[in-house]
């Protein structure tokens, strides 16, 4: 981006944007988590769902992550939301999901080289899920295997 904005010449119509984006990207690695909740106005369904993707990762295993919540940051409703998402063939919900099973599996594959039982239920409590069958269900929906399949399958 940087790299970007120095080959740019200041009349080039790319450059005022790629300013913002980078005076965003700053701004959010620097910023306090009371900062963070304070989100700028965003006009497109783009630019929404990109701080979308930034408050689900920073919220991931929090209870009350939610569309509902996620539209009340944004300063919209949840019916934009959705039409957002929508646009792009999938929803808040299933963003939400993926991001947590992609988490469980990361932790799940940490913890192979390791010593010692992994219980899979608290790794689903972690990640952010609350009941188990239905982590179990997502888990073998998304990676074609159970979370216990994928810690003993390097031992086949």
Not at 3 to 16: G, S
Not at 17 to 37: C, P
Not at 67 to 88: C, I, M, Y
Not at 101 to 125: F, P, T, V
Request: with cysteine; aromatic share 8%.
């Amino acid at each position: 981006l940087v790299a970007k904005l120095v080959e740019n010449e200041p009349q080039d119509k790319r450059t005022p944007h790629l300013q913002q984006l980078l005076f965003d990207a700053t701004r959010q690695a620097f910023a306090t988590q009371d900062e963070i909740d304070v989100l700028p106005r965003s006009e497109t369904a783009g630019e929404r769902i990109e701080i979308v993707q930034v408050l689900i990762d920073r919220h991931l295993t929090e209870e009350n992550l939610s569309p509902r919540w996620l539209a009340e940051k944004l300063g919209v409703s949840l019916r934009t939301l959705q039409d957002d998402f929508n646009e792009f063939g999938t929803t808040p919900t299933s963003m939400i999901r993926l991001r947590r099973l992609h988490l469980a599996k990361d932790q799940l594959l940490r913890h192979k080289g390791q010593s010692g039982k992994l219980n899979i239920a608290e790794l689903a409590y972690s990640s952010g899920f609350n009941d188990i069958s239905y982590f179990n269900r997502c888990f073998r929906e998304v990676f074609h295997c159970t979370p216990k399949d994928m810690l003993s399958e390097d031992k086949r």
